[in-house]
C-alpha cells in the first residue's frame, strides 16, 4: 500500500424511507459493516434529531465509519475510512448500500497519509543471490 | 448554497510532537474547533491507543468533526464535514492546523449532497412587478 489509510466518500441515493428513521437499525448496520469488513470496532455513538435525522460514527482500530441521514431527502451521507492491509472501504460500503437499499450511489475515493510524502520509504532492498 | 453540506478532506503534515500523544489536548482543540466555527456539539468520542495513537469525533448538529492522529509520522487525517448556511469547514480547520502546528496541509473539498441530485430546486420565483 502507498498510503496509511484510503477513504471512500460515498452519497447513497434514493434509500429506502422506512429504514431511515431507525436508529437502532441504522447503528446494528454500521456495527455489521464494520465486523463484515474485519475491523476491530472501539467506540460508537449515535444520535437521532428531531424530528427525525440520524448521525453516528464508529470508530475502528482500523480508523471510522461514518453517516448521516436525510430522511426528507432519501439521502445517506457516507464515510468509510480504513487503514491497513487486508480491510477494504468497499465491503463497508456494500453491506450499508444494500441494508438501506440504496437505488444509486457515488463514491469519491481518496489516499489518506500517502507514504512518499511522510517519508515513508518501504521499498525492500533485492537480497544478493 | 448548492449542495446540503461541504467537507474538507484534510492531511496536516510535521505537526509538532509532543501534542500528537495528548488526548485531553486533542479533545479540548476539536471543540474548540466546533464552538469556533459556531458550531452545537451532540456527542463527542476519543480513544487513545497503545502505545500512542488517537482517534477521536465530534457529532455536531451539523455534521462531523473526525481526527486520526500517527505521531510517528507528525501526521493527521482531519475531517470537517458542515452543513447549512452561516458554517464552514475552513474555521475549524484553521483552529486545528494551528494548535496542532501543522507545518503544511493538503485539503480536499468535497460537496456533499448536492442539491439538483436529490431534487431539491429552491429557485427563488420573481415576483412581477
Redesign the interface.
Known sequence: LKS??Q?W?V?L?DCSPHQLDDIDFIRETMLAAAHKMGATV??E?F?H?SPYGI???V?I?E??L?I?I?KE?G?I?L?V?T?GDGISPEVGFEVIKKAVDAKSSKV?K?L??IKS????DESQPHKPE
Chains 1, 2 share one sequence.
Open positions: 496509511l489509510g477513504q466518500v452519497e441515493y472501539v467506540e455513538v444520535h434529531f448521525s453516528g460514527v470508530i482500530a480508523s471510522h461514518a448521516h436525510w431527502y439521502y451521507a464515510d475510512f487503514c469519491v481518496t489518506r497519509g510524502e511522510l517519508g515513508i
